[in-house]
């Protein structure tokens, strides 16, 4: 039984002479990590973010994680690999998105600061993987699906995000 969204955070107040209120809604969503018979907790917010927003089955994403880490490089800075159960950096999940079809848009660059935050009305409609500090999340028409709300009340800021072209 799948629940309804709750409202993780909303605002109310003036804006350049206008009155406005913003909702944050949050849906409950493990990508099917459950179902997939995987248990406890861990560092898998890249394969549940991919998962959820590209509706392949947990299972699949996790293997094919391991698969595309199996072909990345160590050196001296980077001493380990991605991993679907500990972490994935951001060049395999880049590769991972741009071999399904998935297109990415930068929201911030260097000395500009944070443009865009983790809230409904900054993002564009859709399903949308967005990456925000030590984290993946995915966004479906505005509401955050994901185990826990990450949006730190519309204040985190969003790096940029994966979307699908129609």
Known sequence: MKKEPICAWSEQGCKEGKNYSIAQYFQYNDGGRT???FKGTTGDCGVRAIAI????????VYNLVNNYAKLEKTGKRKKR??????GLYRKTLDQIMFNLGW???ATMEIGKGCTTHLR????????ILAR???HY?????????DIFDP?????RCVYGYYYKLN
Do not use: C, F, H, M
Request: aromatic share 4%.
């Open 103 to 105: 297109e990415w848009k």
């Open 81 to 86: 690999i991605s991993n679907a159960r500990t």
């Open 35 to 37: 179902e997939a018979g």
């Open 151 to 155: 949006s730190r009340q519309g204040e």
């Open 137 to 145: 999340t995915t966004i479906i028409n505005g509401v955050i699906n």
């Open 53 to 60: 927003v590209t509706e392949l089955p947990y299972k699949e």
């Open 120 to 127: 409904a009305d900054e993002l564009p409609e859709g399903r």
């Open 132 to 134: 925000v500090s030590k």
